[in-house]
C-alpha cells in the first residue's frame, strides 16, 4: 500500500498505473482506509482470488491480462 501512496513521487517514466491514474483523471485513493476483499495464505490462491476479483470488478486501472487462464464459470 505504501508503495502504491508513494509512487507518484518519482519520475513520470517510472509511475505505476495508479499514479497515471491519479494524474491524468485528479482522483485519489482513501489511503488511510484500504478495504481488504480477500485474505489468502497461499499464493497460488491469491493469484486465483486476485483473478477472480479483477474480473469480478472490471477495473479498468488494473491492466493485468493474466486473467485469462481464470475459467469463465467464475
Given at each position: 500500500?505504501?508503495?502504491?501512496?508513494?509512487?507518484?513521487?518519482?519520475?513520470?517514466?517510472?509511475h505505476?498505473?495508479?499514479?497515471?491514474?491519479?494524474?491524468?483523471?485528479?482522483?485519489?485513493?482513501?489511503?488511510?482506509?484500504?478495504?481488504?476483499?480477500?485474505n489468502?495464505?497461499?499464493?497460488?490462491?491469491?493469484?486465483?482470488?486476485?483473478?477472480?476479483?479483477?474480473?469480478?470488478f472490471?477495473?479498468?486501472?488494473?491492466?493485468?491480462?493474466?486473467?485469462?487462464?481464470?475459467?469463465?464459470?467464475?
Amino acid at each position: 500500500l505504501q508503495e502504491h501512496c508513494t509512487n507518484i513521487k518519482l519520475h513520470e517514466s517510472n509511475h505505476s498505473v495508479i499514479s497515471k491514474h491519479r494524474l491524468e483523471s485528479r482522483h485519489d485513493f482513501d489511503w488511510l482506509k484500504p478495504n481488504i476483499l480477500h485474505n489468502e495464505k497461499y499464493v497460488r490462491k491469491r493469484e486465483i482470488a486476485e483473478m477472480f476479483f479483477i474480473k469480478k470488478f472490471n477495473n479498468l486501472i488494473n491492466l493485468q491480462k493474466d486473467t485469462d487462464s481464470l475459467n469463465n464459470i467464475y
